[in-house]
């Protein structure tokens, strides 16, 4: 639907034409733009964002982020707010690479972890069915605008049968000052068959500043390939940020993506699971932690397309004062994806009166011989274990804090790497406020 405020936004981000790019990004380009103009953005009539309006965004005069702001910034100011897990690490800074503060270092031989720009440039058309592949399957304001707006972004592609080491940390960093900045980050993951990668995605700005982070990850694992995926996001408390994670994995492939979300104003993911091949399995964790006012939006779809596959999904929100959380999961078995074993749950522990948590989580079956389940629970500290536990001469705060952590402890073990964890840790224990998170 197209407002005043929407005309206004898109007049703001018109793209830019220049002789940088092939042809055919030229053209998916302005389709995508073209798409948003005559589409508009989404309202409260659209079911996957009846709970989060786009208006608050809309309303903002946000300017097109330009390149150079990383002179700025030091690799010590990087890590403090991404960290640092020993791996190679690419730094985007308002959408543009910023090889100073990038480290890449002890990557197997063929492994390729680069800025997409400089690889557009060479005018390969290799890459346009994967950057096309979430603006035409399934069209989207926000993904249509990174499709026709992202300058750079992250390339990682992990030949056949390779293992890699350490994680690949792909950091995005916003920073916007006196001008409402937007920017359009990316990232495009090629995972050859039998490999297996880490990739951490920190989604991190400077706290207090006004800003949009746009994101969009495309994933394809090959027969075989093994993915661990985390995703921090950690934005400025007045920020806003919007996200995209596609993934498309073939036979016997494996992912396990973990989502913390924890900073923003307002925050939507969206996570988009293709099971193509033959005994593939996705596992989906997340945590959002709203307080205050933020509204943290999570949209989840797995697509069984093929037999034998598995999928697991466990998402947790811990909600404390008027924060708003919202978790839509749908699980949609297609025809002919027989042996299908699908599980889905999502629970939120309310701390306040006035947090709250819409969910709603869905399975859309059109096959035989299948084992679905799903669930959902909201709900406040149980009252009899805080009593369980002062009568064991543990002060009402103590008990608050021990049964929230042991809540949301569920979600910080399933991170396996343990520098991540560390640093999850830390930032859920002062989100939290109050809640003592140990390792």
């Not at 994806?337 to 859309?364: V, Y």
Request: charged residues 20%; contains cysteine; hydrophobic residues 45%.
């Amino acid at each position: 639907m197209n407002t005043a405020a929407s005309v206004e936004f898109l007049a703001r981000l018109e793209p830019k034409t220049n002789g940088r790019y092939p042809t055919w990004l030229h053209e998916l380009r302005r389709a995508a733009f073209q798409w948003v103009a005559e589409h508009g953005f989404p309202t409260a009539k659209d079911e996957a964002w009846k709970y989060t309006r786009v208006a608050p965004i809309l309303e903002i005069p946000f300017q097109p982020a330009e390149p150079g702001a990383s002179q700025w910034l030091s690799a010590a100011y990087v890590e403090q707010l991404a960290g640092d897990y020993g791996g190679p690490r690419l730094v985007f800074v308002n959408g543009y690479f910023a090889a100073e503060l990038s480290a890449l270092k002890g990557l197997p031989q063929g492994t390729r972890v680069s800025n997409l720009s400089a690889l557009l440039r060479a005018g390969s058309g290799a890459f346009e069915p994967v950057l096309a592949h979430s603006f035409r399957a399934q069209p989207q304001a926000f993904a249509a605008l990174n499709a026709a707006l992202a300058e750079d972004g992250a390339f990682v592609q992990v030949p056949a049968h390779t293992t890699v080491a350490e994680p690949i940390h792909l950091v995005f960093l916003s920073t916007a000052g006196a001008t409402p900045l937007v920017s359009h980050s990316r990232a495009l993951v090629l995972v050859g068959a039998g490999s297996r990668v880490t990739i951490v995605e920190s989604h991190v700005g400077s706290e207090g500043e006004v800003y949009l982070s746009n994101a969009v990850t495309e994933v394809v694992l090959d027969a075989g390939a093994v993915l661990e995926h985390y995703k921090v996001q950690n934005e400025s408390t007045a920020a806003f940020h919007v996200a995209l994670l596609s993934v498309r994995q073939a036979q016997g492939s494996h992912c396990a993506a973990h989502s913390s979300a924890l900073g923003a104003a307002l925050a939507r993911q969206e996570v988009r699971v293709v099971l193509e091949g033959s005994g593939a399995e996705v596992a989906l964790n997340g945590l959002y932690l709203p307080r205050g006012e933020q509204h943290l939006d999570n949209q989840t779809t797995i697509e069984h397309a093929a037999p034998r596959c598995t999928s697991r999904e466990l998402y947790k929100g811990v909600i404390d004062d008027r924060g708003h959380g919202v978790f839509d999961g749908r699980i949609i078995v297609r025809p002919g994806a027989m042996k299908t074993d699908a599980s889905q749950t999502n629970k939120n522990l309310l701390l306040s009166e006035l947090a709250q948590a819409n969910t709603q989580p869905r399975l859309e079956i059109f096959a035989d011989d299948v084992k679905c389940a799903h669930g959902a629970a909201v709900g406040q500290i149980d009252e009899q274990a805080i009593f369980y536990l002062r009568s064991r001469g543990i002060p009402l705060a103590a008990a608050r804090s021990l049964l929230t952590y042991a809540f949301v402890s569920e979600m910080l073990e399933l991170i396996r790497l343990a520098p991540l964890r560390a640093h999850v840790e830390r930032l859920v224990a002062a989100q939290l406020r109050g809640v003592e998170v140990v390792a």
